[in-house]
Each structure stands twice: as structure tokens, then as C-alpha cells.
């Protein structure tokens, strides 16, 4: 039974997680998608909404599942048996974060392997961070999220007449 786990903040989900939680589900038995529930971390959404927006996103994978952590990831994977972490990664500013935080986990447990799939092109300039900025003034996020969770978003900034806002936005871009 090959279980891996694909860590990380997911505030909020973004196509690009999407991607490598599809591809990574095919390469192994069970992957679980682990909410990092960090309260030092100002998150957007609560740890309860992004699992339960990930387990909607999800539900479609037989092999998928959505959990919450907190404390080391090491941790969480020996408890959980599994013995991959997948990582997204994007450009080369992801590289030296990346392989800091995966020899630092094979150093503390050395069954532990990371494995890294690039993301696809058309994701490889999208984060969560950048996503959020854009909803805060209004702009289009519909490229980058998934659609059920647009609204979910735009309602944290307490926007709700973004569909006009982002009509605006590719009238601009003609
Ligand atoms: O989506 P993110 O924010 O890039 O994910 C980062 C995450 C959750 C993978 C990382 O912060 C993490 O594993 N945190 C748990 C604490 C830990 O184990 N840190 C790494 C040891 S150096």
C-alpha cells in the first residue's frame, strides 16, 4: 500500500493544487491532502473550510483524502504510514525553500521521500498569496480558481459585485 501525502496551506485551493493532487493520485495507492491548520499563519479560511472545500474539490478520486494537520509534517505522515510527500513545483524561486524543507524532513525521518511534479506551464506563475491579492481589489480570479470556489473568496474581501469587476478586467485587456 503506497500512501503519500501532499501537504500544504491551501487558503484557498488553487487549479494548480488541483493538478498535482490528479496527477499525484495516479502515481500512488492513497494520497492525502494535508491542511497545514497553522494559527500563527493569518489564513483567510478557516482549516475547516479548506478541507471542506478540498473534499468537495475531490470527492471524484476513489484514492483521495482530505485531513487536517498540525506539528511536523514528519510526524503526521509516520502517523498516518505514509512514506512520500509530494510538493508542487513551480519556477526555480521554488527550488531552494523546496529542498531545504525536503532534506530537513529526510534528516529527521529518513523513510520519508519527497517527490516534486512541475507544475503545468499554465500554473507555473499561480499562488495563493497572489490569488488573494487580486480578489481584494475585485480582479479576476476566475483563471486561477476553481469555480465553486470564486464566490467563497470575493466573500471573505466582502465583495460581492465582482462578476461587474471582472467584466471590467477583460474589457481592459482587449
Ligand atoms: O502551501 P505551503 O504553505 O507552501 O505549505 C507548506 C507546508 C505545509 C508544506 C510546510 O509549512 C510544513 O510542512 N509545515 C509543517 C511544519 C513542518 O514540518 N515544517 C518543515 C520542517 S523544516
Redesign the pocket.
Known amino acids: 500500500m503506497k500512501r503519500a501525502i501532499y ?4 487558503d484557498p485551493v488553487t487549479k494548480g493544487h488541483l493538478d498535482v493532487i490528479e496527477r499525484s493520485s495516479r502515481l500512488v495507492d492513497e494520497l492525502v491532502v494535508g491542511v ?1 491548520n ?1 494559527s500563527a499563519k493569518n489564513a483567510l479560511f478557516s482549516v475547516g473550510e479548506r478541507v471542506n472545500m478540498l473534499e468537495e474539490l475531490t470527492s471524484h478520486f476513489s484514492n483521495v483524502r482530505v485531513d487536517a494537520f498540525d ?4 510526524d503526521y505522515a509516520r502517523r498516518i504510514d505514509a512514506a512520500i510527500i509530494v ?1 508542487g513545483l513551480r519556477a526555480v524561486t521554488d527550488f531552494e525553500y523546496e529542498l ?2 525536503a532534506q ?2 529526510h534528516e ?1 525521518y529518513a523513510d520519508i521521500e519527497t517527490i516534486f511534479l512541475t507544475t503545468r506551464l499554465e500554473y507555473a506563475y499561480l499562488s ?1 498569496t497572489i490569488v488573494k491579492e487580486v480578489a481584494s481589489y475585485g480582479g479576476d480570479i476566475s483563471r486561477f480558481l476553481p469555480p465553486q470556489i470564486i464566490a467563497r473568496v470575493y466573500a471573505k474581501y466582502g465583495i460581492t459585485n465582482a462578476a461587474q469587476s471582472s467584466l471590467q478586467f477583460r474589457d481592459l485587456e482587449k
Open positions: 501537504p500544504g496551506s491551501f497545514l497553522n506539528g511536523l509534517l514528519v510538493r531545504q524543507i530537513t524532513n529527521i495563493s
